[in-house]
């Protein structure tokens, strides 16, 4: 059954915070301002890889306006911890487990707020000056003294796990922190002996960053009579989370420390998903300084040393029969940690996922990871999903190429249908429900396959090459599986919702709301959406992983429901009859078959004034429901793009974009288009655009400022066409997937895929990413050559301008 689709501009419903943002009246860490704040100025390394000899920081000190130079050592001295990234165990979680093949863990590596002997990439600091102003900080800043013993540096993790690398940590042998097997390895080599076709792709899923609207930011006071300290800090993990790993860095326990998010966070995407040094820096500056520190990153610094994502090297293998049936997949898969293990999810989640949600039998996947004098990686929107579904999409295009299939029939003959689910891959890992060939179909009607071979002859008659290709997805989210909502009914007509998650942008002042609106049957206006303090959130995760409606809906209903359930009784007593005879819809408490109602918050005044109430159901209409749901979520989709490539230049231009995604349902459908825009940008940004480059010998940074790292702008993205399927999720108890990051998943692979589609007549196969201008030229004139040196004889026919 074909899944019903709703179109973008269906059913929209505005997000309440826009108005504030696009008026410039968001409220940012950068806005807060407090009175005789001093300015914190880190000192970073110009070494990828360099000992600390020794420090002098004497004519730092002697600047006017200086307040404070602090290092490793007197971090140490203080009592600083290591800070403490969640690497967690590979027993732990709902992903399939990561450890090494003889049952042993993954080996992480600890990371202290700034380093005592050691720095390990360009851009970490070292050393943090605190003055009156931000001006005279930066000028003390240089007049540290540092005295380097440059070391070799390595930054590819291939190169990393090289006999002749050199070594980064003495606990870390080889810079191999994880190798793991997944899935059947005899299986597969069996499946692979009677393939009638193998096809191969080696590839490298380039590193980016995050490239935040707003780079982070920390403002830290410390309250000498309440031993508390108060941080400020753009993130995204959590309030709950920062607050328990900054307490471990400054020893001191959970409730000591209070975090505050602010209202609005300039992008996040995950990579804003840390606790940074200068968090829990600002912190124990402020306590020395009995007195507000604030840290600004400035753009370069973010670019140096913001942890970064993808970077992930691909090795993979696909066997057919000789009908086209997939038979196996075996994979090879090469992380790369940068300098700390801050994260093993995005090297977990895509080799779990490898398969997509093609119907494989056998499998066997390596995951392995290194650690190289770069930022440490950290999850990136959908992270490891891209990878793993650019190297699936890639090789049945290849497949199709090179064994003579029709790529849309090799696709449909191989999918997972509806009958099928629950569906476990060869890896482990059990899929819910969804009509993934239904959605296919849909992006298909959608992007006018149909009608493409006409508007190739319409390009090819203006000298340019004209490709199309499409992408099914997949995705494993979990994140965090805890949280909290508490809900109160006031008097006054308003009702508070508090959550533990919190918005990076997603929208959750408008959503959150429309959804508690709906159940209790009132203007979302009523409602009210609390978020981004540890003095009132008590638990909860923060936004990742798709999982903030996923798992913020269920406690919130829970809640709703536990106080409409309470309401009914208030109103049986108040109406002086059988609870059974009370119902509640659209905000009111009804008798049945009389005309006697009372709304919700009438209720909620008499829980509170009437005298006549048993005691349990006095005090205020309010509930709290603290959960924790384990386990994977699966959104799924398609992706088509179809664009012009000029032959004599490598120019490139998108002329289409199709995305079809299931969501399970729809909350806000205009939310989620524009969540979908938004990630179908980042990912066309990395199959064409960015990458962070580093010198293989130095380990310098090539792409630390907007000059060099680049970005897609307006101008060369289309219209996007995007729709959204709903088939309620068996695996969620109101139905909802995540729907905040499929826009990426699939972009990555259907746009290298069109680029060799258009090319395809030179004989191109492959195009690394980034596809740029002169990486596509390249590849024109390699075929050309090779097909030239093949046959002697033969010319190829280009494309030319009329």
């Known amino acids: 059954m074909k899944p019903e689709a709703r179109l973008h501009g269906d059913f929209p419903t505005f997000r309440r915070e826009d108005l504030r943002l696009v008026t410039g009246h968001g409220q940012y860490a950068d806005d807060l301002n407090l009175p005789h704040a001093a300015r914190a100025v880190m000192v970073r390394s110009p070494h990828a890889h360099a000992a600390i000899r020794s420090m002098d920081v004497a004519n730092a000190l002697?600047?006017?306006?200086?307040?404070?130079?602090?290092?490793?050592?007197?971090?140490?001295?203080?009592?600083?911890?290591?800070?403490?990234?969640?690497?967690?165990?590979s027993k732990v979680g709902s992903d399939m487990p990561l450890a090494h093949r003889d049952g042993s863990e993954r080996i992480v590596t600890r990371q202290h707020p700034l380093p005592v002997d050691r720095a390990r990439f360009v851009g970490e600091a070292v050393v943090m000056v605190v003055a009156e102003t931000e001006a005279r900080a930066k000028d003390a800043a240089e007049a540290v003294v540092i005295d380097w013993e440059p070391l070799p540096a390595v930054t590819h993790a291939i190169d990393a796990l090289g006999d002749n690398a050199p070594q980064l940590w003495d606990h870390v042998p080889g810079n191999r922190t994880l190798e793991a097997h997944l899935g059947d390895e005899a299986a597969t080599t069996a499946a692979f002996a009677r393939a009638a076709h193998r096809v191969r792709l080696s590839s490298w899923v380039q590193r980016v960053t995050g490239a935040h609207l707003e780079p982070r930011a920390v403002v830290a006071t410390w309250d000498e009579m309440k031993e508390l300290y108060t941080v400020h800090a753009s993130h995204g993990i959590g309030v709950v989370q920062l607050r328990d790993e900054l307490a471990a860095v400054l020893s001191v326990p959970?409730?000591?420390?209070?975090?505050?998010?602010?209202?609005?966070?300039?992008?996040?995407?995950?990579?804003?998903?840390?606790?940074?040094?200068?968090?829990?820096?600002?912190?124990?500056?402020?306590?020395?300084?009995?007195?507000?520190?604030?840290?600004?990153?400035?753009?370069?610094?973010?670019?140096?040393?913001?942890?970064?994502?993808?970077?992930?090297?691909?090795?993979?293998?696909?066997?057919?029969?000789?009908?086209?049936?997939?038979?196996?997949?075996?994979?090879?898969?090469?992380?790369?940690?940068?300098?700390?293990?801050?994260?093993?999810?995005?090297?977990?989640?895509?080799?779990?996922?490898?398969?997509?949600?093609?119907?494989?039998?056998?499998?066997?996947?390596?995951?392995?990871?290194?650690?190289?004098?770069?930022?440490?990686?950290?999850?990136?929107?959908?992270?490891?999903?891209?990878?793993?579904?650019?190297?699936?999409?890639?090789?049945?295009?290849?497949t199709a190429r090179q064994c003579g299939f029709e790529r849309l029939a090799l696709r449909r003959r191989n999918i997972i249908g509806p009958t099928e689910q629950p569906y476990r891959n060869p890896l482990g890992v059990i899929?819910?429900?969804?009509?993934?060939?239904?959605?296919?179909?849909?992006?298909?009607?959608?992007?006018?396959?149909?009608?493409?071979?006409?508007?190739?002859?319409?390009?090819?008659?203006?000298?340019?090459?004209?490709?199309?290709?499409?992408?099914?997805?997949?995705?494993?989210?979990?994140?965090?599986?805890?949280?909290?909502?508490?809900?109160?009914?006031?008097?006054?007509?308003?009702?508070?919702v508090i959550v533990g998650t919190?918005?990076?942008?997603?929208?959750?002042?408008?959503?959150?709301?429309?959804?508690?609106?709906?159940?209790?049957?009132?203007?979302?206006?009523?409602?009210?959406?609390?978020?981004?303090?540890?003095?009132?959130?008590?638990?909860?995760?923060?936004?990742?992983?798709?999982?903030?409606?996923?798992?913020?809906?269920?406690?919130?209903?829970?809640?709703?429901?536990?106080?409409?359930?309470?309401?009914?009784?208030?109103?049986?007593?108040?109406?002086?009859?059988?609870?059974?005879?009370?119902?509640?819809?659209?905000?009111?408490?009804?008798?049945?078959?009389?005309?006697?109602?009372i709304d919700i918050f009438r209720v909620a005044s008499a829980a509170t004034d009437e005298s006549a109430l048993p005691d349990e159901?006095?005090?205020?209409?309010?509930?709290?429901?603290?959960?924790?749901?384990?386990?994977?979520?699966?959104?799924?989709?398609?992706?088509?793009?179809?664009?012009?490539?000029?032959?004599?230049t490598g120019a490139l231009a998108i002329q289409r974009y199709t995305s079809v995604d299931d969501v399970g349902r729809a909350?806000?459908?205009?939310?989620?288009?524009?969540?979908?825009?938004?990630?179908?940008?980042?990912?066309?940004?990395?199959?064409?655009?960015?990458?962070?480059?580093?010198?293989?010998?130095?380990?310098?940074?090539?792409?630390?400022?907007?000059m060099d790292y680049a970005l897609p702008r307006a101008a060369d993205l289309p219209s996007f066409t995007t729709a959204l399927s709903e088939v309620p999720a068996s695996s969620h108890?109101?139905?909802?997937?995540?729907?905040?990051?499929?826009?990426?998943?699939?972009?990555?692979?259907?746009?290298?895929?069109?680029?060799?589609?258009?090319?395809?007549?030179?004989?191109?196969?492959?195009?690394?990413?980034?596809?740029?201008?002169?990486?596509?030229?390249?590849?024109?004139?390699?075929?050309?050559t090779d097909q030239g040196a093949r046959n002697p004889g033969l010319h190829n026919t280009v494309p030319t301008r009329p």
């Not at 190739?456 to 099914?472: D, F, K, M, T, W």
């Not at 809640?559 to 119902?583: H, M, P, Q, Y």
């Open 667 to 706: 909350l806000n459908p205009m939310i989620l288009h524009g969540q979908t825009h938004g990630g179908i940008a980042q990912g066309i940004g990395q199959a064409l655009f960015e990458q962070c480059c580093f010198d293989p010998e130095s380990g310098q940074n090539l792409s630390a400022s907007l």
């Open 254 to 398: 959970p409730e000591r420390v209070r975090v505050v998010a602010p209202r609005d966070v300039g992008g996040n995407f995950g990579t804003r998903n840390a606790t940074y040094p200068e968090f829990a820096l600002a912190a124990w500056a402020a306590r020395r300084l009995q007195r507000p520190v604030v840290f600004k990153a400035e753009r370069s610094e973010a670019f140096l040393s913001d942890c970064q994502g993808r970077d992930l090297h691909i090795d993979v293998e696909l066997a057919l029969d000789a009908e086209g049936n997939f038979l196996a997949l075996r994979s090879v898969n090469t992380a790369n940690n940068g300098a700390y293990t801050t994260s093993f999810v995005p090297l977990n989640k895509g080799a779990q996922l490898m398969p997509s949600l093609y119907r494989i039998p056998a499998a066997h996947v390596i995951a392995r990871a290194a650690v190289t004098n770069t930022p440490a990686t950290i999850p990136y929107r959908s992270a490891g999903r891209p990878e793993a579904i650019y190297a699936m999409e890639r090789l049945i295009d290849l």
């Open 62 to 89: 002697a600047h006017p306006g200086v307040l404070v130079v602090l290092s490793g050592a007197d971090a140490l001295a203080d009592g600083l911890q290591t800070i403490p990234h969640p690497t967690g165990s």
């Open 431 to 496: 899929y819910d429900n969804g009509d993934y060939e239904g959605v296919m179909q849909t992006a298909l009607d959608l992007s006018d396959w149909a009608g493409f071979p006409a508007r190739r002859e319409a390009s090819r008659a203006r000298g340019l090459c004209r490709g199309i290709a499409i992408g099914n997805y997949i995705e494993t989210t979990s994140g965090a599986p805890r949280e909290r909502a508490e809900v109160l009914v006031r008097p006054d007509k308003t009702i508070e």
């Open 502 to 597: 919190q918005s990076t942008g997603q929208g959750h002042e408008t959503a959150f709301p429309q959804l508690v609106a709906e159940w209790f049957g009132v203007s979302p206006a009523a409602v009210v959406l609390c978020t981004g303090d540890t003095s009132f959130v008590k638990a909860g995760g923060g936004s990742h992983s798709g999982r903030s409606l996923r798992q913020a809906s269920v406690v919130m209903h829970r809640a709703t429901t536990d106080i409409i359930n309470k309401g009914r009784r208030i109103a049986a007593v108040l109406f002086e009859t059988d609870v059974a005879d009370v119902s509640f819809a659209d905000g009111c408490f009804r008798v049945t078959g009389t005309d006697h109602a």
């Open 733 to 784: 108890p109101l139905g909802f997937r995540p729907g905040s990051e499929g826009g990426t998943t699939p972009a990555l692979a259907v746009t290298i895929n069109a680029i060799v589609d258009a090319l395809a007549e030179f004989g191109v196969t492959h195009v690394e990413m980034p596809a740029t201008p002169s990486r596509i030229w390249q590849a024109i004139a390699a075929a050309k």
């Open 617 to 648: 159901l006095k005090g205020p209409l309010a509930a709290i429901s603290d959960q924790t749901r384990p386990g994977l979520a699966f959104p799924y989709g398609t992706a088509v793009c179809e664009l012009e490539v000029d032959p004599e």
